[in-house]
């Protein structure tokens, strides 16, 4: 039994086509940490194990919420919030630096069931600016809000400042010194269906390493880093910003469902490989419908990313986390 499950949600992998796809029952949470340059030889053992275990002990934080019923936008807030918290990745504390040598963060969040989506760009000092994107959803009348004027309302929201300091590390200071060889990227996001079938998406950034002060990237852009609908799908992007945001690529795989009908899978597929490619659009996406289809897609050649939910064929909880194009499944699963 255990082997038919492990082969029916098989990867398929071919030259930079990289995805996979699960079937899940009831509230189901995937994450992501960045695709990009992600190769085996730059990871000793314990990055690996440490990258690992972060994506896990998010993925096992965010669905006990969602096991207790909590509302998705609350766990796709919580599971953000640990992200940009944590170093390992490209938001929050961590992120890249721009060409001043300074941080500025990007993040949106949407909700499938009501459309409504909150946005931030440009931010240098407020610590979670996924909590900020929310707070712009719930208390403006507004979609996206930049730089000092997000700021000055983060502000009447009572959200904890720091120094721009704190977001830099050791690691993103010796990158900010190779930065043009680098072309680094990076992200977080969090999609969720919850316990009441709504899906919700969200996504959270530094951008990329040596981007020119002031640069927004596709993060923000509701359409093409986050997108949610109830009758497509939940979608969080990572990857060159620019092409995301011409290709309009979470929208895209939105309307290529509901306008072609095409799977979640297909229609993933066909932005990921065929609209986008490893060269013009390097990245990828996680993705989740309302009856429980899910997915990773990416053409880069790695990507962190996890998934946790009760699969539908078994009915057992597994959880799934990998980082490379060359995947560690099915040692990496669990149920
Ligand atoms: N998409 C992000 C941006 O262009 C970067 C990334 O996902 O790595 O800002």
Redo the contacts with the bound molecule.
Sequence with gaps: MRLILILLALPFFSIGQNHQQFKFDGPAILIHG???GIERKYYTDEQIVSYDSALRAVLQSGYALLDEGANGMDVVVHCLTLLENDPHF?AGKGAVFNDMGEVEL?ASVMNGATKKAGAVAGLKHVKNPAKLARDVMDHTPHVLLIGAGAEAFAKTQAHEFVENKYFLTPKRESQYQRWKEMKK???VGVVIKDANGDLYAGTS?G??MGKKYGRV???PIIGA?TYADNNGAAVS?????EY?IRENVAFQVNARMQYEGLTLEESASRVIFGVLNEDAGN?GLIAIDAKGNATWTFNSKGMFRGAKGKMKESQKVMIHTDIFGDPTWPENCGF
Aim: proline letters at 0%.
């Design positions: 960045g695709a990009g490209n990007d990227n990076g992200t950034t951008g990329m990237g596709d993060v880093g992007c990572t990857g060159h910003g995301f990245g």
